[in-house]
């Protein structure tokens, strides 16, 4: 089983910055892929990022291609999502999740075991 607890949410301006953390608990982290997830009000919750268990491979929705990075340090037991030239569309609650299958990239939730209670950010125009 893994624990996922999100961090570094907040309120800025828009083409601000931010990172937000994702910290795993127990030794099998790097057994694991890992996604960022978002959810605004009044709309489903849609995938922005994914990384196999490496880190060798990534992947992005078009939204925020070019804006974020994910990255992670199985050392930490950690995944990161650096957020970039912000936009309003972007304020949503922010949500990482695992992925039991290490190699994969997943873009759906259905392939997600595991859920942080999520980070709020807020982009202000």
């Known amino acids: 089983q893994v624990q996922l607890v999100e961090s570094g949410g907040g309120l800025v301006q828009a083409g601000g910055s931010l990172r937000l953390s994702c910290a795993a608990s127990?030794?099998?982290?790097?057994?694991?892929?890992m996604g960022w997830f978002r959810q605004a009000p009044g709309k489903e919750r849609e995938f922005v990022a994914a990384?196999?268990?490496?880190?060798?491979?990534?992947y992005y929705a078009d939204s925020v291609k070019g804006r974020f990075a994910i990255s992670r340090d199985n050392a930490k037991n950690t995944v990161y999502l650096q957020m970039n030239s912000l936009k309003p569309e972007d304020t949503a609650v922010y949500y990482c999740?695992?992925?039991?299958?290490?190699?994969?990239?997943?873009?759906?939730?259905?392939?997600?075991?595991?859920w942080g209670q999520g980070t709020q950010v807020t982009v202000s125009s």
């Open positions: 127990g030794r099998t982290f790097r057994r694991y892929a």
């Open positions: 999740a695992a992925d039991p299958t290490p190699l994969r990239i997943a873009t759906t939730l259905s392939a997600y075991d595991y």
């Open positions: 990384i196999n268990w490496s880190g060798s491979s990534t």
